[in-house]
């Protein structure tokens, strides 16, 4: 019982993690960057984060005509997300699942009146899905960051001359969150095998 108690409080931290970190903007950041693009890019005409809702313009009711256009880049941009990227769309999405699938399973043990020594063996798996999709999203990202912001402007039909401005782009704060909840994912198939394990030996 204490196993299951810990490994849900894990979980719950890690799917809470990884729910800030899929509906939140901050997936990437930049620096060093110049020309009027990366002002639309300071300001959130053009979105940072993995889903397209989070295109936020700001302004609305001022200008309504270049909110328009920025909607349209912004529609522009996430119809033609390289494949990579929507891999850590489907995986974090995939991730969401597998924690709220392990958290309800868990719940369903813990309530059980009967058999629960043997209920308990796919805690370990469901943790186990969650971590792979988990580092995929993570790893997929990380790997192709660098590139992101040269394929959104490559994509965006504005006018700007690429040779007009230079970003470097950084890691933000969604992705470390996503990074902290596959460490907890991780945890949880330690905790869930230890769970197994001793519910084995109380036979």
Same mark, same amino acid.
């Given at each position: 019982?204490?196993?299951?108690?810990?490994?849900?409080?894990?979980?719950?931290?890690?799917?809470?993690?990884?729910?800030?970190?899929?509906?939140?903007?901050?997936?990437?950041?930049?620096?060093?960057?110049?020309?009027?693009?990366?002002?639309?890019?300071?300001?959130?005409?053009?979105?940072?984060?993995?889903?397209?809702?989070?295109?936020?313009?700001?302004?609305?009711?001022?200008?309504?005509?270049?909110?328009?256009?920025?909607?349209?880049?912004?529609?522009?941009?996430?119809?033609?997300?390289?494949?990579?990227?929507?891999?850590?769309?489907?995986?974090?999405? &995939?991730? #969401?699942?597998?924690?709220? +699938? *392990? =958290?309800?399973?868990? $719940?369903?043990?813990? !309530?059980?009146?009967?058999?629960?020594?043997?209920?308990?063996?796919? &805690?370990? #798996?469901?943790?186990?899905? +969650? *971590? =792979?999709?988990?580092? $995929?999203?993570?790893? !997929?990202?990380?790997?192709?960051?660098?590139?992101?912001?040269?394929?959104?402007?490559?994509?965006?039909?504005?006018?700007?001359?690429?040779?007009?401005?230079?970003?470097?782009?950084?890691?933000?704060?969604?992705?470390?969150?996503?990074?902290?909840?596959?460490?907890?994912?991780?945890?949880?198939?330690?905790?869930?095998?230890?769970?197994?394990?001793?519910?084995?030996?109380?036979?």
């Amino acid at each position: 019982m204490i196993g299951q108690i810990v490994y849900i409080a894990v979980m719950v931290v890690a799917f809470g993690l990884t729910v800030a970190a899929v509906f939140s903007p901050g997936w990437a950041d930049f620096k060093n960057s110049g020309g009027d693009v990366v002002n639309d890019l300071k300001d959130q005409k053009i979105p940072k984060g993995i889903f397209s809702f989070f295109c936020k313009m700001p302004g609305d009711s001022k200008n309504k005509s270049s909110t328009g256009n920025a909607e349209d880049q912004c529609k522009q941009w996430f119809d033609n997300l390289p494949g990579w990227e929507k891999a850590v769309v489907a995986t974090m999405i &995939l991730a #969401l699942l597998s924690e709220i +699938a *392990a =958290i309800a399973w868990t $719940v369903l043990t813990c !309530c059980a009146c009967c058999c629960k020594q043997f209920l308990i063996y796919p &805690l370990p #798996l469901f943790a186990g899905l +969650a *971590a =792979i999709f988990l580092a $995929v999203a993570v790893g !997929c990202y990380g790997s192709h960051n660098k590139n992101l912001f040269n394929d959104v402007f490559n994509k965006i039909e504005s006018g700007t001359n690429p040779t007009d401005f230079s970003s470097d782009t950084e890691l933000g704060y969604s992705f470390y969150l996503a990074c902290v909840a596959l460490g907890l994912t991780a945890a949880d198939i330690i905790v869930g095998l230890l769970t197994v394990t001793l519910a084995k030996k109380c036979l």
